[in-house]
Each structure stands twice: as structure tokens, then as C-alpha cells.
């Protein structure tokens, strides 16, 4: 079975740093895309960006852009998304996604979510 | 770039049919997908392919396509359905996801 495992919850004061992971099971992990999303509270869901495992090719939401990184570990089988300076703002529920490809199209399929909230 | 919109609340009966729409440009041309987000719960596709349901998904839930229109129908509705739905489809020109701005289906 297909699995996303996410870290869990964070509580963290503004200006901190943060990587939080997502751990793929059940498949091989270096050939499918890992995506993050970001869903900030009562809001819908926005894509932050992409890493392809097998060669780290990573692309990122224009909104995102220098304001996180995506990274992977592939000898681990984990995606992490990162800040080096964490805003109030960042406060939202984060979701790993493995891109699933077929015929000229793609949907996702979703690791349980990482809660994340920036607070003084 | 494309946009999809939703309307943002539909409200039904236990027993009822409740229909959401996702409008857009793109959709006549993009094959569209829909998720199911129960509350504090991670979203949980319904519908692929525009029509598909995965297995385990039940037979209550179908979806259809006409135009710059797709829909998701929940047939003889049930308090369980209660949650927000998604559409997405994929912008194959930026090679990323777009999701439809949600609808907050209430029993």
C-alpha cells in the first residue's frame, strides 16, 4: 500500500528555522514527484512546489519562490520543506503529495498533513 | 492562468442529491479530478479522470463533463458527506496542479 508519512506537529516562535519531512512507503520513491501544499486555517489549498527524487529537478509555485525550499533524501525516502525564517503568516497545514501521472494528466495522493504554527 | 470556480457552500438533505460545479476555461480541454476533505482530515480523491471513482469510494459518488463545466454528484446524501470538495486538474503548460477554490457541502 501506498503511503505518505508526514512529521508531526510544530510550534515555533517567529524568525526560527524548521524542516519538516515526508516519508514515502510502498512504492519506489525515486520515480514519482513529491508536491507540497499548503492550506492555511479555513482556506483552500494552494501547490508550493515539486521535487522529482531520481534527480532532485525541484520547481516552485511563483508565490513560494525563495520563500521555502524543497528538498529530498532519496537513500531515506523523504521529501522536506523548509524555512530558514518563519513568519506568523506560515501558521497553516502543510500536505505532502505524490504525483500520480497517467495519459496527460496528473492527480495527487495525500500524506496525513503537518501542522505548523508560528506564534510569540 | 487557469482558474476554477466553485460555488462556496451547497447545502442538501440526507437523502438528496447534491451537485457541485467547477468552472473554467480549462476544463473543457483538461481532464478534472475532485477530493473529498473531511474536517481535520487530509484531502481524499473521489473522483479521477473525470468520471472514475477509486475503489472504496462509493457508487453515490459520480462525476460528469460537459463544456467549460465539470460535476461532482453525491446521490442519496449522508451526514458522512458532509465536508469541503476540490476539483483539480493539471496545467500541462506550467506543469502544475490547479485546484478549484472549494465547496463546503453541508447535511
Known amino acids: 500500500e501506498v503511503q505518505l508519512v508526514q512529521s508531526g506537529t510544530e510550534v515555533k516562535k517567529p524568525g526560527e528555522s524548521l524542516k519538516i519531512s515526508c516519508k514515502g512507503y510502498g512504492y519506489d520513491f525515486a520515480t514519482y514527484w513529491i508536491g507540497w501544499v499548503r492550506q492555511m486555517p479555513g482556506k483552500g489549498l494552494e501547490w508550493m512546489g515539486i521535487i522529482y527524487p531520481g534527480d532532485s529537478d525541484t520547481r516552485y509555485s511563483p508565490s513560494f519562490q525563495g520563500q521555502v525550499t524543497i528538498s529530498v533524501d532519496e537513500s531515506i525516502s523523504s521529501a522536506f520543506l523548509q524555512w530558514t525564517s518563519l513568519k506568523a503568516s506560515d501558521t497553516a497545514m502543510y500536505y505532502c503529495?505524490?504525483?500520480?501521472?497517467?495519459?496527460?494528466?496528473?492527480?495527487?495522493?495525500w500524506g496525513q498533513g503537518t501542522q505548523v504554527t508560528v506564534s510569540s | 492562468s487557469y482558474v476554477l470556480t466553485q460555488p462556496p457552500s451547497v447545502s442538501v438533505a440526507p437523502g438528496k442529491t447534491a451537485s457541485i460545479t467547477c468552472e473554467g476555461n480549462s476544463v473543457a480541454s483538461e481532464t478534472v479530478h475532485w477530493y473529498q476533505q473531511r474536517p481535520g482530515q487530509a484531502p481524499l480523491m473521489v473522483i479521477y479522470y473525470n468520471t472514475d471513482r477509486p475503489s472504496g469510494i462509493p457508487e453515490r459518488f459520480s462525476g460528469s463533463k460537459s463544456g467549460s463545466t465539470a460535476t461532482l454528484t453525491i446521490s442519496r446524501v449522508e451526514v458522512g458527506d458532509e465536508a469541503d470538495y476540490y476539483c483539480q486538474l493539471w496545467d500541462t503548460g506550467g506543469d502544475h496542479p490547479v485546484f478549484g477554490t472549494g465547496t463546503k457541502v453541508t447535511v
Open positions: 503529495t505524490r504525483r500520480y501521472y497517467y495519459d496527460g494528466t496528473s492527480y495527487l495522493e
